[in-house]
């Protein structure tokens, strides 16, 4: 991973995020991206007394898609919310945190409890690298009718498959096969 300020790569800083590869997060074009993320978070947030079809208008305007039925109960908290897909009839609890620099994507019927954290975004292992702010994400997919305890935190870059469920407290460290089920830290699963 080539961390030099002016390696050549005529992409916008949020064109390197969007692929996965390294940019800078005070970048102007992405620090815009995450006010009207905020902004967006603030209406959301404050939407709690509304009905879930208004809840799902707002979802509709800032994530990448979102299919039917879905709802997210506020608080909840993202970096950028046009990264998000949502399939048919998604939940995710209260309080939950998607940090999704590059795309999260989250299949029809999954279930995901309170205080849950999906996260893409991702840092240089070497001190030096990450001292320079340069950053990167990796992707983070998970399958149809997964359940995802509370509080549980899956990490970047990792997979989890259909039917999978992951317990309550558990850091997924590496992908889950479908129809697995995962606890503990680092989740390991359960037979």
């Known amino acids: 991973m080539s961390l030099d300020r002016d390696d050549g790569d005529r992409r916008s800083h949020l064109q390197r995020m969007l692929a996965g590869e390294p940019y800078l997060a005070s970048d102007p074009e992405i620090v815009a991206a995450q006010r009207a993320a905020a902004a967006f978070m603030v209406r959301y947030n404050a939407s709690l007394a509304e009905d879930d079809a208004?809840?799902?208008?707002?979802?509709?305007?800032?994530?990448?898609?979102?299919?039917?039925?879905?709802?997210?109960?506020?608080?909840?908290?993202?970096?950028?919310?046009?990264?998000?897909?949502?399939?048919?009839?998604?939940?995710?609890?209260?309080?939950?945190?998607?940090?999704?620099?590059?795309?999260?994507?989250?299949?029809?019927?999954?279930q995901i409890g309170?205080?849950?954290?999906?996260?893409?975004?991702?840092?240089?292992?070497?001190?030096?690298e990450r001292a320079t702010g340069w950053e990167f994400g990796r992707p983070v997919?998970?399958?149809?009718?997964?359940?995802?305890?509370a509080g549980a935190i899956v990490l970047p870059g990792v997979t989890v498959g259909d039917d999978a469920l992951i317990g309550a407290g558990a850091?997924?460290?590496?992908?889950?096969?479908?129809?697995?089920?995962?606890v503990g830290n680092p989740a390991r699963q359960r037979v």
């Open 54 to 110: 208004a809840r799902l208008a707002l979802l509709r305007a800032r994530f990448a898609a979102v299919g039917e039925g879905c709802v997210i109960r506020p608080p909840f908290h993202c970096d950028y919310g046009f990264n998000i897909t949502l399939g048919a009839g998604v939940f995710l609890n209260f309080n939950c945190v998607v940090l999704d620099v590059v795309s999260v994507t989250i299949g029809a019927r999954t």
């Open 171 to 182: 850091v997924v460290t590496r992908d889950v096969p479908a129809g697995a089920t995962v």
């Open 114 to 128: 309170p205080g849950v954290q999906i996260l893409t975004a991702d840092h240089p292992r070497d001190p030096a």
């Open 141 to 149: 997919t998970i399958g149809a009718n997964v359940w995802i305890g």
